[in-house]
């Protein structure tokens, strides 16, 4: 599988589905050579088929962001890097009474650490290329109290506390880091979690969660990716360190 590298380079972490697909089809779309860093190959794999079906270029590779050395080999075999998705995360229910060690450790991992990794190793790249730009993924739940998300809560309040330092410490190097704090969009992992904690109920709980938003709806993949997209691009080149809400107004009752 050839990718095109003359193309500015786009790595998206967790694109394997929701949020993450969505954003590495609209940076293919808008003709970026997108790498897919992915911990399933499979759900990577259907990714790039979309891609490609829909004439872009990109690659996938097997990648674990909690793990060092499978992030630093994954960013070496890149020959530039233009702009950074930090998307790949797990999500948690439980509050401080019920979340385990265990349970904030796998969060930590996962959501913090492992952005921490692409940033170490990501934009060491962009220096030698004279810049790019970088887009967290944070949640609402990093700037406002949500029940029952103390692990999650923690972990997004670290990346979005990551996103101010790195946006402070290479403003001058031509690096640009932003993040964006959505609220629920229907993504698999919603659906999922509905299937298994609500059987029977699934169309009651749905619409439910819906509600949580006073716009009266989730928002969806797609309407995250284009706003990620947005920051990435030359459009947005005068925004740095900051953290754009897409909650359907969620915020607007807090």
Same mark, same amino acid.
């Given at each position: 599988?050839?990718?095109?590298?003359?193309?500015?380079?786009?790595?998206?972490? *967790?694109?394997?589905?929701?949020?993450?697909?969505?954003? #590495?089809?609209?940076?293919?779309? /808008?003709?970026?050579?997108?790498?897919?860093?992915?911990?399933?190959?499979?759900?990577?794999?259907?990714?790039?088929?979309?891609?490609?079906?829909?004439?872009?270029?990109?690659?996938?590779?097997?990648? /674990?962001?909690?793990?060092?050395?499978s992030?630093?080999? @994954?960013? #070496?075999?890149?020959?530039?890097?233009?702009?950074?998705?930090?998307?790949?995360?797990? @999500?948690?229910?439980?509050?401080?009474?019920?979340?385990?060690?265990e349970?904030?450790?796998r969060?930590?991992?996962?959501?913090?650490?492992?952005?921490?990794? +692409?940033?170490?190793?990501?934009?060491?790249?962009?220096?030698?290329?004279?810049?790019?730009?970088?887009?967290?993924?944070?949640?609402?739940?990093?700037?406002?109290?949500?029940?029952?998300?103390?692990?999650?809560? $923690?972990?997004?309040?670290?990346?979005?506390? $990551?996103?101010?330092?790195?946006?402070?410490?290479?403003?001058?190097? *031509?690096?640009? +880091?932003?993040c964006? +704090?959505?609220?629920?969009?229907?993504?698999?992992f919603?659906?999922?979690?509905?299937?298994?904690?609500?059987?029977?109920?699934?169309?009651? $709980?749905? @619409?439910?969660?819906?509600?949580?938003?006073?716009?009266?709806? $989730? *928002?969806?993949?797609?309407?995250?990716?284009?706003?990620?997209?947005?920051? +990435?691009?030359?459009?947005?080149?005068?925004?740095?360190?900051?953290?754009?809400?897409?909650?359907? *107004?969620?915020?607007?009752?807090?």
């Open positions: 599988m050839t990718s095109h590298t003359e193309k500015p380079i786009a790595v998206v972490t *967790g694109a394997g589905s929701g949020i993450g697909r969505a954003t #590495a089809l609209q940076l293919a779309s /808008d003709g970026y050579d997108v790498r897919i860093f992915e911990l399933s190959s499979e759900a990577a794999g259907e990714t790039l088929v979309l891609l490609q079906k829909a004439g872009g270029t990109g690659v996938f590779q097997t990648v /674990d962001v909690s793990n060092t050395e992030v630093r080999t @994954a960013f #070496a075999g890149l020959p530039r890097l233009d702009v950074l998705v930090n998307n790949a995360g797990i @999500a948690h229910i439980g509050n401080v009474l019920n979340t385990t060690p349970d904030l450790d969060l930590y991992q996962i959501n913090v650490r492992g952005a921490y990794h +692409c940033l170490h190793f990501g934009i060491p790249i962009m220096l030698k290329n004279g810049g790019g730009s970088i887009v967290n993924l944070a949640s609402i739940a990093s700037k406002v109290g949500i029940p029952d998300r103390f692990a999650y809560s $923690m972990s997004k309040g670290a990346v979005f506390s $990551m996103t101010l330092s790195v946006a402070r410490d290479f403003v001058d190097k *031509g690096i640009r +880091c932003n964006v +704090c959505p609220a629920r969009v229907h993504t698999p919603v659906d999922g979690f509905i299937a298994k904690n609500y059987p029977g109920q699934q169309a009651e $709980m749905f @619409a439910k969660l819906s509600a949580g938003q006073p716009i009266g709806r $989730m *928002g969806e993949p797609e309407e995250i990716a284009t706003l990620i997209a947005f920051l +990435c691009s030359n459009k947005a080149a005068f925004i740095t360190g900051s953290a754009y809400d897409i909650d359907g *107004g969620f915020t607007l009752l807090r």
